[in-house]
């Protein structure tokens, strides 16, 4: 923030009356030459002046100083000195500053109403820019920044401000730094921090997640359902193959079906029996053709 310094010429003008009236008693009382009380007076108005002239410049500011109401320059950081009723100092913080831009209402481009705020992130690179071309930098950073977010929020639709944040801080910020520049202020971040939506929006993207999860759910049921068919099928062809292979799984699949082996009855036939059975049945399926 930048800080002003205070006009001396009034403080001055108290201190010359206060010591002209001491000047006056010490004389009256006749203890002390007028002379003398004079040249002590000028003295000591010459220590006013010197030490009342002194200004500190912290390493993080930097001083603006006004002659006469003119720029005249800009002090570095350490002990400096101006002219008493002259000239004047301001000085301005040269550390990142941080400001918060409150909750905007702003409506999407496909009309959805949300509720946005931000943080910007700021620094004065210029401070005599910082000083004679804005009055005060912090609060038209802010302004500016509101500005611009609603600009962008509006000119997009609600899928993109959900899922591109840094897309829409880069644009952000690219307006308000190019806006900024002539002020001596470099944006060093814009970042948005809550997005709030109506109750009803949130309800229906809720539903809509939920469909898509439960048609995710199915689609992978089937992949599942359709790669155990597939192995099925190359199960029963692998046991085709082997002589007694689908007599050895049909007994696994009786044992399988009652825990209590006491409590099943199994009637077993040969294998031979069920392939006479099966020869037959074609023989005579051939003699009716």
């Known amino acids: 923030m930048q800080n002003r310094s205070k006009n001396p010429i009034g403080s001055l003008v108290s201190t010359l009356i206060f010591f002209f009236i001491i000047a006056t008693v010490i004389s009256e009382t006749g203890f002390v030459s007028g002379t003398s009380v004079f040249v002590l007076v000028i003295v000591l108005l010459v220590l006013v002046f010197l030490l ?14 006004l002659t006469l109401g003119k720029y005249t320059g800009t002090r570095s950081p350490g ?5 008493m009723g002259i000239q004047q100092m301001q000085k301005v913080d040269l550390r990142i500053t941080t400001v918060d831009i409150p ?12 509720g946005i705020n931000a943080v910007v992130y700021f620094q004065v690179e210029s401070a005599e820019h910082a000083i004679l071309n804005i009055k005060d930098y912090t609060l038209a950073v802010s302004q500016y920044a509101q500005a611009a977010l609603r600009d962008v929020i509006g000119g997009i639709e609600l899928d993109p401000l959900l899922s591109e944040r840094e897309h829409i801080s880069e644009a952000i910020k690219k307006i308000v730094d190019e806006a900024t520049k002539v002020w001596g202020i470099n944006i060093t971040d814009i970042k948005i921090q809550d997005i709030e939506l109506p109750a ?16 995710r759910a199915t689609i992978i049921r089937a992949e599942g359902e359709f790669a155990a068919a597939e192995r099925l099928a190359q199960a029963a062809e692998r046991l085709s193959q082997v002589p007694g292979g689908l007599s050895m799984r049909t007994l696994q699949t009786i044992e399988r079906i009652n825990p209590d ?3 099943t009855v199994i009637f077993a036939l040969p294998i031979e029996f069920m392939e006479g059975v099966k020869s037959l049945t074609e023989y005579m399926r051939n003699k009716v053709k």
């Open 79 to 83: 002990l400096t000195w101006i002219f």
């Open 261 to 263: 082996p006491s409590k």
């Open 52 to 65: 009342g002239g002194l200004r500190i410049v912290d390493q993080y500011e930097r001083g603006v100083v």
């Open 103 to 114: 909750q905007q209402e702003v409506i999407t481009k496909d009309n959805v109403p949300v």
């Open 200 to 215: 009803d929006m949130k309800r229906i993207m809720a539903k809509q997640a939920e469909s898509e999860r439960e048609r």
